[in-house]
C-alpha cells in the first residue's frame, strides 16, 4: 500500500507560473529510494530570501516533471536531506536509474525558483540506496509571466500582464470599446481584436460578427498648379489654375489662400479665399480667377471674380485641404513677408508688378518654392515675363509656339527678352523729362534723363 504525502512535490505539465502556484504538490513513497543530504553550513546564495521548500523532480513518460522527494527549507545553516524514492517496476512513478534531478523551489506566497546545485559528495544521477551530498545551492526566481492585455487604450487592460495574450487564432486578447481606441485598423470582437491583414479583411469581419474599423480613405491632390498671372494696369489682373489630368477635379476641397504684403505671421496665410460652391476644371482646361472690374477680354475667360488680387507684393497659393488642415501645391510670390512692390521673376526686376508672368509648358506640377519657381534668369526660372496688358495665352495652357514675335533689339525702349523674331515694333529710347507737371515735359521722351525742372525751380532761376 502506498503512503501519499503532501509535501512541495506535483506534476508540473506545461502549465504557466501562476497556475504552478495554484496547484497542490504530492509526493509518492514508493518503497525504494535514495538519499540527498546537504550537509551544515552548506553555502546558500541567489535569491534564497524567501524560500520555504525544496524538492527535487524527475521526467515522466509523458514529459511533465512529477516531483520525487522534498524537504522544508530555512536558511539558518542547518543540514536537511531529501529522500528521493524510485519508480516501481512497470510504473511510471518516481525516479529511474541514473535519472538526472531537476531542482525545484518554492516560497510561501508561491514564487518558483530554479535551483543548482553543488555536489561534495556523489552526482545528480538517481541510484536505489544510493546517497550523494550537496555542499551549495544557488536559488534563481522564475520570472512570472502573466499574459493577457497589455494596451491602456483597451476595457480589459492589465497592469500586471508580462507578455501579450492572444487567442487560438492569433487575435489580441484585449476589448475595445470603439474604433478610436485600436492601435491598428482591425475587427473588434466582444472578446478581443484582430488586425487586418493580406489574409483577413473588413468583409470577414463582419462575416465572424465582429465590428471592422476601417482606414478611412483619403481623397489625394490633383497636381494643379498656377498656369499664368497678371497684375497690369488698373484691375486687369487674374490668376490661371491648370488642371494636367485626364479627370475633371472638383474644387470643393481646393482653396487659393493670401497675404496682403507684411502677413501677420510669417509663413502663413491671412486669408482663406474659397473657390465658387460647384466649381471644377476639366481634363486639360483652365480655371481662371479674375478682378469683378478687368477688361472684357479677361471677364470673357473668368470663371470667378476675386476683387483682392495681386497689386505686386501680395502672395497667392494653391491649397488642398481645410483652412485648418491642408498642403500647399503652388504659390505665386510667399507668405515670408513683404517684398517691397513685386518679386522679380526670371531675372525681370518686379516682375509680379505691372506684367504678365505664364508657366512654361515644361513645368508639369506646383512648386512650394517661390525662390526656386521665380528663378534668376529666363533658363532656370519656370516662368515667362511678358509685357503689361499682356492677355494673349489666357484662356488656356498649350505649348507656346517657338516664334514668339517682339522687339529683339537689346538697345530699344521695349526690348522683350522673351521673343525669338522680331516684329517691327521696337521704339528707339528717347531720353528727357517725363514729369508731366515739370516746366520741361518732353512728350516725345520715354525715359527720364533726371533733366526735369519744375515751375518753381524754373522761377527761382529767373529772377536770379
Not at 471592422?212 to 498671372?229: D, G, I, K, Q
Not at 485648418?324 to 521673376?345: K, Q
Not at 521704339?427 to 533726371?450: L, P, R, W
Request: charged share 15%; hydrophobic share 35%.
Amino acid at each position: 500500500m502506498r503512503s501519499i504525502y503532501t509535501l512541495f512535490c506535483c506534476m508540473v505539465m506545461f502549465l504557466t507560473s501562476s497556475q504552478l502556484s495554484a496547484t497542490s504538490f504530492d509526493v509518492v513513497n514508493t518503497g525504494s529510494n535514495m538519499t540527498v543530504f546537504v550537509i551544515p553550513g552548506a553555502t546558500m546564495s541567489g535569491d534564497v530570501a524567501d524560500v520555504s521548500e525544496i524538492g527535487i523532480f524527475y521526467t515522466n513518460d509523458s514529459g511533465d516533471l512529477v516531483c520525487a522527494g522534498a524537504s522544508s527549507f530555512s536558511n539558518d545553516g542547518s543540514p536537511f536531506q531529501i529522500t528521493l524514492w524510485g519508480s516501481e517496476q512497470d510504473e511510471d512513478n518516481g525516479m529511474a536509474p541514473s535519472e538526472a534531478f531537476t531542482w525545484l523551489a518554492k516560497s510561501a506566497d508561491d514564487v518558483i525558483y530554479d535551483v543548482t546545485a553543488s555536489y561534495l559528495q556523489g552526482s545528480d544521477l538517481f541510484s536505489i540506496n544510493g546517497f550523494t551530498s550537496v555542499n551549495a545551492i544557488q536559488f534563481t526566481a522564475q520570472t512570472v509571466t502573466v499574459s493577457g492585455c497589455m494596451d491602456a487604450n483597451a476595457s480589459n487592460f492589465n497592469a500586471d500582464a508580462t507578455e501579450a495574450g492572444f487567442d487560438q487564432y492569433g487575435n489580441s486578447l484585449c476589448v475595445y470599446a470603439s474604433c478610436d481606441d485600436i492601435p491598428t485598423w482591425g475587427c473588434i470582437y466582444g472578446n478581443g481584436f484582430g488586425p487586418f491583414n493580406a489574409d483577413f479583411s473588413a468583409a470577414q469581419c463582419s462575416e465572424y460578427g465582429g465590428s471592422p474599423c476601417e482606414e478611412p480613405v483619403v481623397a489625394e491632390a490633383a497636381p494643379l498648379f498656377f498656369s499664368e498671372y497678371a497684375e497690369g494696369s488698373s484691375n486687369n489682373k487674374y490668376l490661371e489654375i491648370y488642371n494636367p489630368t485626364s479627370e475633371t477635379v472638383d474644387l470643393a476641397g481646393y482653396a487659393f489662400p493670401s497675404v496682403s504684403n507684411a502677413p501677420t505671421t510669417v509663413g502663413v496665410h491671412e486669408y482663406w479665399n474659397a473657390f465658387t460652391e460647384g466649381a471644377s476644371i476639366a481634363a486639360g482646361d483652365v480655371y481662371v480667377i479674375a478682378h469683378g472690374s478687368s477688361d472684357p477680354a479677361i471677364l470673357a475667360e473668368a470663371d470667378q471674380t476675386h476683387n483682392y488680387l495681386s497689386n505686386g507684393d501680395d502672395g497667392y497659393a494653391l491649397a488642398f485641404g481645410s483652412e485648418e488642415d491642408h498642403i500647399i501645391l503652388d504659390v505665386v510670390g510667399d507668405f515670408n513677408g513683404d517684398p517691397g512692390s513685386a518679386w522679380d521673376v526670371a531675372g525681370v526686376s518686379g516682375a509680379t508688378k505691372d506684367h504678365t508672368i505664364v508657366r512654361k509648358f515644361s513645368v508639369t506640377q506646383g512648386n512650394t518654392d517661390w525662390t526656386a519657381s521665380a528663378g534668376t534668369n529666363t533658363d532656370d526660372s519656370e516662368w515667362l515675363v511678358f509685357d503689361q496688358n499682356t492677355w494673349t495665352y489666357l484662356g488656356s495652357h498649350e505649348e507656346m509656339s517657338d516664334d514668339i514675335p517682339g522687339c529683339t533689339d537689346e538697345s530699344a525702349f521695349n526690348y522683350d527678352a522673351n521673343a525669338t523674331s522680331d516684329d517691327g515694333s521696337c521704339v528707339a529710347v528717347v531720353s528727357g523729362c517725363t514729369d508731366v507737371d515739370a516746366s520741361n515735359y518732353n512728350s516725345e521722351a520715354n525715359t527720364s534723363d533726371d533733366s526735369c525742372i519744375t515751375w518753381e525751380e524754373l522761377a527761382a532761376s529767373l529772377q536770379s
